[in-house]
Structures are given as structure tokens and as C-alpha cells.
């Protein structure tokens, strides 16, 4: 087996698959996405043009798009944690980690993208629009979480994946404060998880890359 990752340790959506990679302990080499290695990144610009990352390569064949990825490892590199059950919590599974992915990391992001904006292009309608949302987001996640430790109950899944970066870097941008104790304990319990914990500390000396200005927390 060879499984090569192209990543960076501060990107949210690479912790989403680094985080199921870790948790299973499956053997990978980590092709990182920085300046000291940068023929990384012209490697994943010929495998998908795009040039959006993380990229799994398996024995050289591409696969792309977060939740993809942790389905071929599902698929083909089964580890100890059931990523996508069968059945209803399967289905529940899969909606979570859309809404993670589309209702909470892609609202946070686009404040964190104004910020990158040169001046005379930012957008604060769009960033006003994009936290009302990730409010509401919120919101429904403190209403609807189950009771469990994780997304789902008691398995740690792929919409804990999801959620534990979406969760991580939304705070960041809108906190989500004490009105939402049920949403707060959740992402508390996500930063323990070992998997977790071992992608925050990776990701800690990039944290100046964070435009907003990172927290002095977590």
C-alpha cells in the first residue's frame, strides 16, 4: 500500500481528512503543501488543476474532495472506526458532514476570505450574509446535536471529521458562546479526541496565517 497526502497542517479541510488518517493509524506519507517543498504543489496542479488540496494518492491513482477521499479509505483501507455506517445512521452521517462542510466551514471561510481581499474589493454584505447564516447554523446544530459524545452518539465518524475543523475555525470568526452550551461542549469533546489534538498542535506554528488574527485559546 502507498497513500501519499498532499496537505498543509493548517488547512481546515485537510484536518478533515488527516483527522480520519490519524485516528485508524493508517500509513501515509504527507506530501506538504509549503514553500520548502514546493514541487508538492506543481505535483497536485498536473493531478487536478484546480490546485485545491488535500489530494490522496493511492498507488498513484487521485482522489480528491474531502469526504471522497475518507470514502475510498472507508472502502479500501478500512481501519478500526466505522467512518459511514449502514442504514439511518449512515444516512444522518452523511447529512452532517454536508452541513458542516456547507452551513458552518463554508460561511466561516468567507469572512476569512474578505480579509485576504485587497482594499476597494471587500465585501461586507456578503461576510454579514455569510455570518447570519453560520449563526442560524449554529443554532440548529445546539437544537439538534444528539446526546451522545459525537455527531451521531457514541461512534466517531466522518461528520466528526467534518466537524472538528469546521467548528475549530468558526469560532474563531463568530464564537460560539455561552447562549449554546450543548454546540460548545461538542467542540470541546472534538479538541480532546487524540486524532483531533495531533492536527491542532501540527497546524500551531501557522497560525499567523490566519488573517482575522488568531485567538489567544485553543
Same mark, same amino acid.
Given at each position: 500500500?502507498? /497513500?501519499?497526502?498532499?496537505?498543509?497542517p493548517?488547512?481546515?479541510?485537510?484536518?478533515k481528512?488527516l483527522? +480520519?488518517?490519524?485516528?485508524?493509524?493508517?500509513?501515509?506519507?504527507?506530501?506538504?503543501?509549503?514553500?520548502q517543498? =514546493?514541487?508538492?504543489?506543481?505535483?497536485? @496542479?498536473?493531478?487536478? =488543476?484546480?490546485?485545491?488540496? =488535500?489530494?490522496?494518492?493511492?498507488?498513484?491513482?487521485?482522489?480528491?474532495?474531502?469526504?471522497?477521499?475518507?470514502?475510498?479509505?472507508h472502502?479500501c483501507?478500512r481501519?478500526?472506526?466505522? *467512518?459511514? =455506517?449502514?442504514?439511518?445512521?449512515?444516512?444522518?452521517?452523511?447529512? /452532517?458532514?454536508?452541513?458542516?462542510?456547507?452551513?458552518v466551514?463554508?460561511?466561516?471561510?468567507?469572512?476569512v476570505?474578505?480579509?485576504?481581499?485587497?482594499?476597494?474589493?471587500?465585501?461586507?454584505f456578503?461576510?454579514? @450574509?455569510?455570518?447570519?447564516?453560520?449563526?442560524?447554523?449554529?443554532? *440548529?446544530l445546539?437544537?439538534?446535536?444528539?446526546?451522545?459524545?459525537?455527531?451521531?452518539?457514541?461512534?466517531?465518524?466522518?461528520?466528526?471529521? +467534518? +466537524?472538528a475543523?469546521?467548528?475549530?475555525?468558526?469560532?474563531w470568526?463568530?464564537?460560539?458562546?455561552?447562549?449554546?452550551?450543548?454546540?460548545?461542549?461538542?467542540?470541546?469533546?472534538?479538541?480532546?479526541?487524540?486524532?483531533?489534538?495531533?492536527?491542532?498542535?501540527?497546524?500551531?506554528?501557522?497560525?499567523?496565517?490566519?488573517?482575522?488574527?488568531?485567538?489567544?485559546?485553543?
Amino acid at each position: 500500500m502507498t /497513500l501519499e497526502l498532499f496537505a498543509h497542517p493548517f488547512s481546515s479541510y485537510c484536518w478533515k481528512v488527516l483527522i +480520519a488518517l490519524y485516528a485508524d493509524e493508517t500509513p501515509f506519507t504527507y506530501r506538504a503543501l509549503d514553500e520548502q517543498h =514546493p514541487d508538492n504543489m506543481v505535483e497536485l @496542479k498536473r493531478r487536478w =488543476p484546480f490546485g485545491q488540496f =488535500p489530494l490522496l494518492l493511492d498507488n498513484g491513482v487521485t482522489v480528491v474532495e474531502t469526504t471522497p477521499i475518507i470514502e475510498h479509505l472507508h472502502a479500501c483501507h478500512r481501519g478500526p472506526n466505522d *467512518w459511514i =455506517p449502514e442504514g439511518e445512521a449512515g444516512r444522518r452521517v452523511r447529512f /452532517l458532514d454536508r452541513f458542516f462542510d456547507l452551513h458552518v466551514m463554508d460561511q466561516a471561510s468567507v469572512s476569512v476570505f474578505n480579509a485576504l481581499r485587497p482594499e476597494g474589493e471587500k465585501d461586507p454584505f456578503g461576510v454579514a @450574509k455569510s455570518l447570519e447564516r453560520l449563526r442560524i447554523a449554529y443554532d *440548529w446544530l445546539e437544537a439538534n446535536l444528539g446526546d451522545g459524545p459525537w455527531a451521531i452518539g457514541d461512534a466517531f465518524t466522518l461528520a466528526d471529521c +467534518a +466537524a472538528a475543523p469546521s467548528l475549530f475555525y468558526a469560532d474563531w470568526v463568530e464564537p460560539i458562546g455561552p447562549s449554546r452550551p450543548r454546540l460548545a461542549a461538542y467542540r470541546a469533546r472534538l479538541l480532546a479526541h487524540p486524532a483531533v489534538a495531533r492536527a491542532v498542535d501540527e497546524a500551531r506554528p501557522y497560525r499567523n496565517y490566519f488573517p482575522l488574527g488568531a485567538p489567544d485559546r485553543d
